[in-house]
Every structure is written in structure tokens, then in C-alpha cells.
């Protein structure tokens, strides 16, 4: 970049952006780093200046941008986010947000909802601000995480309920679910991804932005794998040439009313992933392994397996220290 000296005794930098000229003056000759960081800054300021849209016409465009590459779970949870926003945010001209604006919507939306709603609120907000005001440093202070730890089936758990749903259309639905495949995967899966006992995991059935029910591929590399399974399971889906025909919901249903029948915890079929960790770990699989099997990117899942583990050993360790004791004081008294 060229830097003039003026007859002032200023200097000037140029540069031609979109058809125009833009200019930068300097009291004393500026270095290369410092004519090109003022040129960069001036440009940023010019393209902010353009951007004249309210925060809605921001959202649904940067939704638009990147509708090809999310999932239709994703981009349905961003129009939900919109839904929630007020109409003052909404219609407020992007450029004049500011930190404190985001900070007072997300204090508002904090009073109402989880700290987990609250964050994935804040995160769509930050990432329209980010992609149409690039210069806008957001400080907002986020509610406190709040420590759930999830409950995994117990055997027991598992067998009553296998029991429970043999010989009904949910019976093979919980199967796959203990062998590490998600519901969407399930409600997906045809007879012609199974090849003998090997099945060929490849594609979801999610809702989009419409709420219609739909068959995408998996949301992420990790997804796509393949599971074996017990051959008898195979070859009854490959004899009633399907794996599950009924509304996914009805599945969820299902397992919550085994649950309240059988009077066992209630947990979500998701938590049916974590009992096949929690197998799997115990059988000294490789955690690289499981969370292949898994289709997990993370190992988000396997900190939650080991924190399950450590909390079983604390409280067996509690009852044992206590039942030492009570033999201490108790013994032989009459």
C-alpha cells in the first residue's frame, strides 16, 4: 500500500474498494502495519455503515446463508429462538445493538427459562451480531451452568423393559436404542442398511423448520458408521421388511409409560446411549471405540459414564464405611 507524503506535511494511504476511493490521513508517517490496520478499520466502518437492516431481516438472512450446511433440527431451533425474541429487539436496526442491549435480553429471557436455553439463545444472537457487526465485542454475563447428573439405566432397569415391550412394534426400537443408536437413526433405518448382522447407520429422520418429519443424513462425519447386532434381530427386521413404522414420538411415549408401569426412574430413550457406554466402558472397550460406536465426537459422553462409575464407588464406599462402623459400636450389645 502506497503512503504519500502531502504537501501539509500529513501523509495519505488510498485504496479503491467496490468502485470508490477510500482515504486515510496521518499526522506522521505511518509504518505499512499501521497504514494497513487504519485502511482495514475504515473499510470495516464503511461496510457497517451499509448494513441497514433490523435484527430480524440480520437473523433470517444469516439462517438463509448456511440453510444447505445445518441440520433441520438446527435451523428449527434458530426460528424458535426468533419466535422468543421481543418485537423491540426484533425490529432494532442491527447497527444500533449494543452489548448492553444483548446483555438486558438475556437477563430478561434468564428469569423464564434454563441456563442451557438461555446460552444456546445467546450463542444464535452472537452469531447474527458477529456475521453482520464483526467489530461489536460482546461481554455478556451468562447464568451459571447448572450440574445435572444423568441418570443410566441399570440392568435391571433394562431387562424389565425389554420384557416389557417384547412382541410390540417398540420392541426392536428399544433394542437398537441399547446397542448406541439414536431414535432419529432408528426411525430412519431400512431393512436394506443392514447387511447380515452389520448395520450401515447413515441417515436421520428429524423434523425441519416446518415441523414435517423428513430423512437427512447423519448431522455430523461421526454419524455415519456401522453397528453389529444380534443376527436374529437382523433377520426379524429383514422378515417384516421394516424397523419401525409409527410417529417417533409414540417411541418416547412408550418408554415413559413402561416406566411408570414397571415403577422404574424415568429417563429418556437418549439415556439408552449412555447405558451401551456404560456397557462397553465396563467391558474394557477402548473409549475410542465406543465413542465410534456411538457415533460420538466428543467424549462428552464417556465423562458422564465415568462420573455415573465414580458416584456407584462413593456411595458403596459410604455404606461400607458405616456398616464398619455400626459393627464397632453395636457389637454384642444387647
Avoid at 42 to 65: C, G, P
Avoid at 218 to 236: F, M, N, Q, S, Y
Avoid at 296 to 305: L, P, Q, R, S
Amino acid at each position: 500500500m502506497k503512503i504519500e507524503k502531502l504537501p501539509s506535511g500529513s501523509y495519505r494511504i488510498r485504496k479503491m474498494y467496490k468502485g470508490k476511493t477510500y482515504t486515510v490521513i496521518f499526522d506522521r508517517k505511518p509504518t505499512q502495519k499501521d497504514a494497513m490496520q487504519a485502511m482495514a478499520a475504515e473499510l470495516d466502518k464503511v461496510q457497517e455503515r451499509h448494513t441497514s437492516m433490523t435484527f430480524r431481516d440480520a437473523a433470517d438472512e444469516y439462517i438463509a446463508a448456511k440453510k444447505n450446511v445445518l441440520s433441520p433440527s438446527t435451523i428449527r431451533g434458530y426460528t424458535g429462538i426468533i419466535k422468543q425474541l421481543p418485537e423491540k429487539f426484533l425490529s432494532e436496526n442491527i447497527n444500533d445493538i449494543t452489548a448492553f442491549d444483548v446483555q438486558t435480553e438475556i437477563n430478561r429471557m434468564a428469569k423464564e427459562h434454563s441456563p442451557k436455553t438461555v446460552r444456546n439463545h445467546h450463542g444464535f444472537i452472537s452469531a447474527v451480531l458477529g456475521a453482520f457487526r464483526p467489530n461489536l465485542k460482546l461481554t455478556t454475563t451468562l447464568p451459571q451452568k447448572v450440574k445435572n447428573e444423568p441418570y443410566i439405566p441399570s440392568d435391571e432397569d433394562i431387562k424389565k423393559i425389554l420384557a416389557y415391550s417384547k412382541d410390540t412394534p417398540f420392541e426392536i426400537p428399544v433394542i437398537l436404542a441399547c446397542y448406541g443408536m439414536r431414535r432419529s437413526e432408528i426411525c430412519a433405518l431400512m431393512p436394506d442398511d443392514i447387511d447380515g448382522d452389520i448395520v450401515h447407520i447413515n441417515k436421520a429422520m428429524v423434523q425441519n423448520e416446518k415441523m414435517e418429519w423428513v430423512i437427512k443424513t447423519t448431522k455430523t462425519t461421526a454419524g455415519t458408521r456401522e453397528l453389529v447386532i444380534p443376527a436374529e434381530i437382523a433377520d426379524r427386521i429383514r422378515e417384516q421388511g421394516y424397523v419401525y413404522k409409527g410417529y417417533p414420538g409414540k417411541i418416547t411415549e412408550f418408554l415413559l409409560s413402561a416406566q411408570k408401569k414397571l415403577s422404574i426412574p424415568q429417563f429418556s430413550i437418549h439415556k439408552l446411549r449412555h447405558y451401551f457406554a456404560s456397557k462397553m466402558s465396563a467391558m474394557n472397550v477402548p473409549e475410542a471405540d465406543i465413542l465410534k460406536m456411538g457415533g460420538w465426537e466428543t467424549d462428552h459422553v464417556m465423562k458422564a459414564v465415568y462420573r455415573h462409575s465414580m458416584i456407584e464407588k462413593e456411595e458403596n464406599a459410604k455404606r461400607d464405611a458405616s456398616k464398619q462402623l455400626q459393627s464397632i459400636l453395636f457389637h454384642n450389645v444387647p
